[in-house]
């Protein structure tokens, strides 16, 4: 009999263990469920606290440099901003980058009532040749606005244009100009050379310009630090023994010279 009344116990307290564990799981649910309502009330409640709220209201917009204001119309106006706290400033920098002109941008957020955009502008690199006039490009080969004034004159022909950059399988001749640009100013050609215009015509020939001269350094696009190596070499050389030149081609392992005879001169 004393057996049976603890088994009877035992069985009770493990029916009874059950049912603390179901109501804690329950506690537990439900206590979740009640926090999250509570949360998304709060916000709920913080954003129609805040949103019309006249301190946050966007009163300013600092522009650096203020010279980009205009590129900014209709996008920076603090009527279309609205509240400082709740503006996407990533959807706004995305909006800004794609203006052309604008190579990056930084927004950052002045509380309670200032929005400062920090622009780095595209800067006019060369200018591509057409027969109708010239398009300017920046490094990276987007198509800029005519800039007001430009101090450069390196101009570039045999480059195609699709739409608003250089076409996407004529990019690789940005890295050949650019390889162009590093080592004709490393190796100081322009004492020699005062190069104003480069023509590609195909991988294997290049030709670079002079200014109000005939003459022309002919290059391939390999090699083209070692290439520049030579050049002023033999630039050096015609300096020193007074020889006038019309053209020196790089393409090959020693540079060919075409030297102005007499009757050149005449």
């Known amino acids: 009999?004393?057996?049976?009344?603890?088994?009877?116990?035992?069985?009770?307290?493990?029916?009874?263990?059950?049912?603390?564990?179901?109501?804690?799981?329950?506690?537990?649910?439900?206590?979740?469920?009640?926090?999250?309502?509570?949360?998304?009330?709060?916000k709920r409640i913080l954003t129609a606290?805040?949103?019309?709220?006249?301190?946050?209201h966007i009163k300013t917009v600092k522009i650096i440099p203020e010279?980009?204001?205009?590129?900014?119309?209709?996008?920076?106006?603090?009527?279309?901003?609205?509240?400082?706290?709740?503006?996407?400033?990533?959807?706004?920098?995305?909006?800004?980058?794609?203006?052309?002109?604008?190579e990056k941008c930084s927004i950052i957020k002045e509380f309670p009532s200032t929005l400062k955009i920090m622009i780095t502008l595209r800067k006019p690199w060369v200018l591509i040749e057409r027969n109708w006039g010239?398009?300017?490009?920046?490094?990276?080969?987007?198509?800029?606005?005519?800039?007001?004034?430009?101090?450069?004159?390196?101009?570039?022909?045999?480059?195609?244009?699709?739409?608003?950059?250089?076409?996407?399988?004529?990019?690789?001749?940005?890295?050949?100009?650019?390889e162009i640009e590093k080592w004709y100013n490393f190796y100081n050609i322009q004492r020699y050379f005062l190069m104003e215009k480069i023509t590609i015509i195909k991988p294997t020939e290049i030709i670079l310009q002079e200014a109000e001269s005939i003459r022309r350094i002919i290059i391939t696009s390999n090699n083209i630090e070692e290439?520049?190596?030579?050049?002023k070499i033999v630039l050096g050389e015609c300096e020193e023994s007074g020889k006038e030149w019309e053209y020196i081609d790089g393409r090959f392992r020693d540079p060919s010279v075409k030297h102005k005879t007499s009757q050149d001169k005449k």
């Open 134 to 178: 010239g398009i300017f490009i920046d490094r990276e080969g987007k198509v800029l606005e005519v800039p007001e004034s430009h101090s450069f004159s390196l101009k570039v022909s045999g480059i195609e244009i699709d739409r608003e950059s250089v076409a996407e399988d004529e990019l690789w001749k940005l890295g050949v100009l650019q």
């Open 67 to 102: 010279s980009a204001r205009p590129l900014l119309t209709g996008i920076a106006e603090t009527e279309n901003l609205g509240n400082l706290l709740f503006l996407d400033i990533h959807d706004l920098n995305n909006r800004v980058s794609k203006i052309r002109g604008v």
């Open 49 to 56: 606290i805040f949103w019309d709220m006249e301190l946050f």
């Open 1 to 42: 009999m004393a057996k049976t009344e603890e088994r009877i116990k035992e069985l009770r307290q493990q029916v009874w263990s059950r049912r603390k564990r179901k109501i804690k799981v329950f506690s537990i649910i439900t206590g979740i469920i009640i926090l999250i309502a509570f949360i998304l009330n709060t």
């Open 227 to 231: 290439t520049f190596k030579k050049i």
